[in-house]
């Protein structure tokens, strides 16, 4: 099997059939992820209101990357959480807590005007 393109669907095709066996060739024009996928945010979160209708899938892809993170040693996922105002944290971390902003531009140096507080979903 030949795939086409070794971003992040092209990689996740590849790394799939290679799972279920298939003899797979990555064919890419520059490197892996030297184009969209290298440039994206990458934002990875389960970090929305438990009744949203998106909450299921992003528990899933979570709980798919942790997996992942864990069968292929030399991926790189950056596990740091996530800074949010005005709504607590969706998920039940016990991590999760208010900064106030002194916390806050310790996280996220370049805020210029943090508000007096956020809240912290740990990862």
């Known amino acids: 099997m030949v795939i ?58 979570v709980a798919d990357w942790i997996r992942l993170a864990q069968e292929i040693s030399d991926l790189w996922v950056n596990w740091s959480g996530a800074l949010s105002y005005g709504q607590a944290p969706a998920t039940q971390n016990p991590d999760n807590r208010l900064l106030p902003s002194a916390e806050v531009t310790v996280l996220e140096p370049g805020l210029r005007q943090p508000d007096s507080q956020a809240y912290f979903a740990a990862a």
């Open 4 to 61: 086409v393109g070794a971003g992040i669907v092209g990689a996740s095709i590849a790394y799939h059939l290679a799972r279920q066996g298939q003899h797979v060739i990555v064919v890419e024009q520059a490197h892996p992820a030297a184009g969209a996928t290298g440039r994206s945010f990458g934002w990875i979160s389960e970090g929305v209101l438990e009744g949203a209708p998106d909450a299921f899938l992003r528990r899933e892809i």
